[in-house]
């Protein structure tokens, strides 16, 4: 990476047989115009033709690996170990960056631990802009870039089999000690999968069971939320039809 002034940037992406979606993402982050930025690329062990791919671009590509893995936070902490950058941005196979500009903007405004901005829904119900508030849990960590130093003090992702809310648990630690300082920015960073695997009901119940946790909402409240949620209803009745 060259010598300039600004902080260096690691955008790693982490991808299990992505060979339908993973072209748009490389793209998406090599054609970023800021010149502090490596691209590390962590992949399962695919088997459909994803790691060919992605050694089309192998010549601009910091570091890449293929090997099995326990899962994506297993992965996510993987590229820990080889991201070299002041920063990292964390953007999953079948996502994008908003536009070639992002990781320069970010960059320019990256005088706090966290500095993140808002994400867009690629399709469903949900399409279009979300504005992003850490204060009230709303954000993806594809719009999060942040000190890759914090996993020193912090720690990694925690890659326990069946937790699908490790990313909002480590920004939410963060958050709660109010020592690490977060910074909104007022532009749209990615666009995501809004049916990525953190969309489903057990991620839900893991995110409410987060904010009880660091005392972000209390037992009443997430008992009342996670029973409003449509699915809770979908489930009990499935679960009262087997038993």
Same mark, same amino acid.
């Given at each position: ?38 691209? *590390? ?19 601009? @590509? ?30 999953? %196979? ?12 970010? %960059? ?29 849990? @709303? ?20 890659? *326990? ?8 648990? /480590? ?16 532009? *749209? /960073? ?38 409003? +949620?449509?699915?809770? +209803? ?10």
């Amino acid at each position: 990476m060259a010598a300039t002034a600004g902080p260096t940037i690691s955008v790693v992406t982490v991808c299990l047989n992505a060979a339908s979606v993973i072209e748009d993402t490389l793209r998406s982050v090599l054609s970023q115009d800021y010149p502090l930025t490596e691209y *590390v690329v962590v992949d399962g062990g695919s088997t459909d033709g994803t790691v060919e791919i992605i050694r089309k671009h192998s010549g601009r @590509i910091a570091a890449m690996t293929s090997a099995p893995d326990r899962g994506v936070y297993d992965a996510m902490n993987k590229a820990l170990g080889m991201a070299r950058g002041d920063y990292l941005l964390f953007l999953n %196979a079948g996502d994008v960056l908003a536009s070639p500009q992002v990781i320069a903007m970010a %960059a320019r405004d990256a005088d706090s631990d966290v500095v993140y901005g808002d994400f867009e829904y690629s399709s469903g119900p949900r399409k279009g802009r979300v504005v992003a508030d850490v204060d009230r849990g @709303i954000f993806n960590h594809q719009c999060m870039l942040y000190r890759k130093s914090l996993h020193e003090v912090y720690g990694g992702y925690c890659a *326990v089999k069946g937790f699908t809310a490790a990313d909002y648990l /480590f920004f939410m630690q963060l958050h709660a000690t109010e020592r690490v300082s977060f910074r909104k920015l007022d532009f *749209v /960073f990615s666009v995501v999968d809004p049916y990525g695997m953190s969309s489903g009901l057990q991620t839900f119940l893991q995110v409410n069971l987060v904010d009880c946790l660091l005392g972000r909402r209390g037992r009443y409240a997430t008992a009342l939320r996670i029973a409003a +949620h449509p699915l809770y +209803h979908f489930v009990r009745k499935a679960l009262g039809r087997i038993w």
